[in-house]
């Protein structure tokens, strides 16, 4: 037998009848033939000896395993079999017996199970028969299972790895991946040297199940001696995490009267440990129900999926409207004794149903209702529900079912109370109706439920009584129309306009008068109503709208208290020809001599049709003139043409009587004047300016003397304008003659000092004062010389103004002073040099003194001396520089 494979993969065939096994199935169809195990592993010695038992598997063909047969795909193990399984088969030095027995696994008899060994030899090298070393496929090394929460001492060792190399090298051991030398770091160690890996703190489940490292095997150079192999070390759960509820309060709700079975709600725990292990199986129960009305288990949970559904019948939300329910989760398929429990509350609301009919409190109601009044609350009708207030079911819903078939009645339901409130919609009469006698039913928004009648309590009678109040009369007929023509004579009696008083039940007397009478045409009867005329009736007045005259009259009894009632008489006029028609226009103008230009007369008539045209014109035969001088050429029936008859009239104004007929019967007419104002006209045939004076009836005499007038004041305007300018001119001769007192030339006038610093005090005032002698001039050093210095000379004479000057000697007067100014060459302005600033010598500009005039030609300053004394000086300059 072969001994040199670290692990052997067997693969087991099991042959049977396939017609037993098929009758078999169909007999029994929940049988499934097969292995046991889909996965066998068991720890073998190193020494197996030819024949050794080494692992017993089962298998059922569920038919009693007849003719069963198993095989195996290893020439090193016998058995027969035609299903498939997995054997593994690993070898070990050291025999140890850990104590620890993964589930789904079967481990071989009980004396080699006491010698299991720790170490692994993964890499073993083989010897063949005939000399040769023969490399094997590498092991596939078992899951390493370790418990989580462990308490130590720590770091405790899970397994030793080995090559069989070591005998001949040094080798170092050493592990990686997620747990050794990834996050989280340093969970698992292995020693380098003895291969022996350690965990080194205990594992929780919760926060990572598995691990997968890859052992390596290298020589002290570093240099791989071995194939990486793979290590799964699997963290086996504990029991240590309590059922955790989603919620802690649930909320759900159920109809009242539902049948057991119903679904309420459904509460969901949830358990870290593992699902697939009891550690992770949570089961469900109800710890108590609150209240236990009507009894105590009224619900109950599904265990496994946690819903809640009715158990009993008898919900009924008017005696219990909540129940609390305490819910309890628990692990370990539910066990108390080792499971982990966690408690929540779920509320269940009862919900409402109609299963209860409105009723009314009582069975008659009574009300009182005056007559003639509408949206008046005439009863209050109360009903009782015992469904939840404000929802459909409850909602109340009125209804008159008989003694109101003329509608004078409805019932309105009170948001607030669900109170019925009878409300008159349409007025009575307690002449027609004294009583009323009503019969109402009440009902729901909602339907009732299945299986609940209407109860004979929602039906109810109304008695309404009708109080006689004092009406006010009224007009039959109202509005009146009556038609008459116009023009009756005062006193006629029209109609008589009488009211009906509807309180037939009370003996009152009726009087009338006028309410509205614009015209004041009218008079009416006090007692019996009878309209007669206080005035002749005119269809053409002002009152009268589309022939209609219209007043309003006024009935009141002698009730307590007293009422009253209008009616309105319209009165349609008939018209006769009372109106004779009137010429249009009243004015027109044309021209002296005859030509297209005519006048387009019409007529008006105040009557309407037949009474108006078609009309007539013509022209009266006195005076002849009319005739002689016009025509007139008709052109329809209501329009003519008037024009002249001779070939040349006068221009003035003419007054044209014509005589204008309608066509009523009788007939009237009228002779009205058109006023025409005939005038000279251009070649277009428009009055000129002089023709439209003319025509305006003014002789050659008044035209000239009104031109007479327009010259006499044009000429007042033109002397009137001359006077002024002459007073304005002596008005500014009068300005000359003033006081030498008053002379304001070379003064200082102070109007206000408004201070200032120190060196705004430091200023020379003798430089603006008229000097008394011209020493300080002429003995002044070079420099800035003083502004406006007076010339030394002779003064000249100027004339004695008189006391009492004359009118006529004051333009003389001025004459002279003004002479005697010119000579006056010490009258300012004076000529000398005006120096306005010092800048300074030594300026970079230069000179202009050497600037010469750009005038070549020659000219005459001769003129110059005809300017008086001030422009001598700039005469002897240009006018005679020459001779000099």
């Known amino acids: 037998m072969r001994t040199g494979s670290r692990l052997l993969l067997l693969v087991l065939l099991v042959w049977g009848s396939a017609a037993a096994l098929n009758g078999d199935l169909t007999v029994r169809p929940t049988c499934k033939p097969g292995f046991s195990e889909e996965d066998y592993t068991v720890l073998v010695s190193q020494n197996i000896v030819e024949g050794q038992k080494l692992l017993k598997v089962k298998f059922n063909n569920c038919a009693g395993n007849k003719g069963v047969r198993y095989e195996t795909n290893s020439l090193d193990f016998k058995t027969l079999g035609r299903w498939e399984a997995i054997v593994r088969f690993l070898v070990g030095e050291k025999l140890q017996h850990n104590g620890h027995k993964p589930k789904g696994r079967k481990s071989g008899p009980m004396d080699l199970a006491q010698q299991q060994s720790d170490t692994l030899l993964p890499w073993r090298q083989h010897q063949s028969a005939k000399g040769l070393r023969r490399q094997k496929r590498d092991w596939v090394i078992p899951p390493i299972n370790v418990p989580e929460n462990s308490r130590g001492p720590f770091p405790q060792q899970l397994v030793r790895i080995r090559s069989d190399k070591d005998k001949e090298i040094h080798i170092r051991y050493s592990i990686t991946g997620v747990g050794a030398d990834q996050p989280p770091m340093e969970v698992f160690s292995i020693d380098p040297v003895s291969g022996r890996m350690y965990v080194t703190r205990p594992m929780d489940r919760e926060e990572r199940a598995s691990y997968h490292l890859r052992a390596h095997a290298v020589d002290m150079n570093?240099?791989?001696?071995?194939?990486?192999?793979?290590?799964?070390?699997?963290?086996?759960?504990?029991?240590?995490?309590?059922?955790?509820?989603?919620?802690?309060?649930?909320?759900?709700?159920?109809?009242?009267?539902?049948?057991?079975?119903?679904?309420?709600?459904?509460?969901?725990?949830?358990?870290?440990?593992?699902?697939?292990?009891?550690?992770?199986?949570?089961?469900?129960?109800?710890?108590?129900?609150?209240p236990q009305s009507p009894s105590q288990n009224m619900f109950t949970i599904n265990s496994e999926t946690g819903d809640i559904v009715t158990v009993a019948a008898g919900l009924d939300r008017e005696k219990v409207q909540q129940y609390i329910v305490i819910v309890q989760a628990t692990d370990m398929e539910g066990n108390l004794n080792y499971g982990l429990s966690n408690t929540a509350t779920a509320i269940i609301t009862v919900t409402d149903v109609n299963d209860n009919p409105p009723e009314f409190t009582t069975s008659t109601y009574s009300g009182e209702v005056p007559e003639n009044r509408v949206e008046v609350v005439v009863a209050n009708l109360t009903v009782m529900d015992r469904d939840q207030p404000h929802s459909p079911n409850w909602n109340a819903i009125y209804r008159i079912i008989s003694?109101?078939?003329?509608?004078?009645?409805?019932?309105?339901?009170?948001?607030?109370t669900n109170e019925g409130m009878v409300t008159v919609v349409k007025a009575v009469d307690y002449e027609m109706n004294r009583a009323f006698m009503l019969t109402v039913m009440v009902s729901n928004q909602a339907p009732l439920a299945s299986g609940i009648q209407m109860s004979f309590q929602s039906t109810a009678g109304v008695t309404i009584s009708v109080t006689d109040v004092n009406e006010a009369p009224y007009f039959p007929t109202n509005h009146k129309l009556i038609r008459l023509e116009e023009g009756v004579p005062t006193g006629t009696v029209l109609t008589t306009f009488s009211a009906v008083d509807p309180d037939r039940f009370m003996q009152q007397a009726v009087r009338y008068s006028k309410l509205s009478d614009p015209a004041n045409w009218l008079n009416i009867n006090a007692t019996n109503g009878q309209i007669t005329t206080a005035a002749v009736l005119d269809r053409e007045s002002d009152y009268i709208k589309n022939n209609v005259y219209e007043a309003t009259f006024l009935a009141a009894d002698n009730g307590i208290p007293p009422a009253s009632g209008t009616g309105t008489l319209q009165i349609y006029l008939i018209d006769i020809n009372d109106n004779a028609p009137e010429l249009l226009p009243k004015e027109a103008q044309i021209c002296e001599k005859p030509n297209l230009n005519v006048i387009n007369i019409t007529a008006a008539d105040a009557d309407i049709d037949p009474?108006?045209?078609?009309?007539?014109?013509?022209?009266?035969?006195?005076?002849?003139?009319?005739?002689?001088?016009?025509?007139?050429?008709?052109?329809?029936?209501?329009?003519?043409?008037?024009?002249l008859r001779i070939m040349y009239l006068e221009a003035g104004v003419y007054d044209v009587p014509i005589i204008v007929t309608d066509s009523g019967n009788p007939p009237l007419y009228n002779t009205s004047i058109i006023k025409v104002k005939v005038c000279p006209c251009d070649e277009n045939g428009d009055c000129t300016t002089i023709g439209a004076v003319a025509a305006a009836g003014l002789g050659t005499g008044a035209i000239i003397a009104i031109l007479i007038c327009i010259i006499i004041l044009l000429t007042m305007v033109l002397l009137f304008v001359v006077w002024m300018k002459r007073r304005e001119k002596e008005?500014?001769?009068?300005?000359?003659?003033?006081?030498?007192?008053?002379?304001?030339?070379?003064?200082?006038?102070?109007?206000?000092?408004?201070?200032?610093?120190?060196?705004?005090?430091?200023?020379?005032?003798?430089?603006?004062?008229?000097?008394?002698?011209?020493?300080?001039?002429?003995?002044?050093?070079?420099?800035?010389?003083?502004?406006?210095?007076?010339?030394?000379?002779?003064?000249?004479?100027?004339?004695?103004?008189p006391v009492i000057p004359h009118p006529g000697d004051i333009g003389d007067f001025i004459n002279e002073g003004l002479r005697a100014a010119d000579n006056d060459p010490t009258a300012p302005p004076y000529d000398s040099l005006l120096v306005f600033d010092y800048e300074g010598s030594g300026s970079t500009a230069g000179s202009v003194s050497s600037l010469n005039s750009s005038s070549s030609g020659d000219q005459d300053y001769d003129y110059l001396n005809d300017w008086g004394p001030r422009f001598k000086k700039l005469a002897d300059m240009y006018g005679g520089g020459e001779e000099d």
């Open 222 to 290: 570093g240099n791989k001696v071995e194939n990486p192999i793979d290590l799964y070390i699997y963290v086996i759960d504990m029991n240590d995490n309590r059922p955790e509820f989603i919620n802690q309060v649930y909320n759900g709700s159920v109809d009242e009267g539902s049948k057991p079975g119903t679904y309420v709600m459904t509460v969901t725990a949830n358990d870290a440990d593992d699902s697939t292990t009891a550690n992770g199986m949570v089961r469900y129960r109800i710890v108590t129900q609150t």
């Open 403 to 416: 003694g109101d078939p003329s509608g004078h009645f409805t019932i309105r339901t009170d948001p607030v």
């Open 611 to 643: 009474n108006v045209g078609p009309f007539v014109f013509e022209l009266p035969s006195v005076p002849s003139a009319v005739r002689k001088n016009w025509t007139i050429t008709r052109l329809n029936g209501d329009y003519a043409q008037l024009s």
């Open 731 to 801: 008005r500014h001769t009068k300005q000359l003659l003033i006081d030498p007192e008053d002379d304001v030339r070379d003064n200082i006038l102070k109007y206000d000092e408004e201070g200032g610093g120190e060196e705004d005090q430091d200023y020379d005032l003798s430089q603006l004062q008229q000097p008394e002698t011209m020493d300080h001039v002429l003995n002044k050093a070079p420099g800035v010389r003083r502004v406006d210095e007076r010339p030394i000379g002779a003064e000249p004479q100027y004339p004695i103004r």
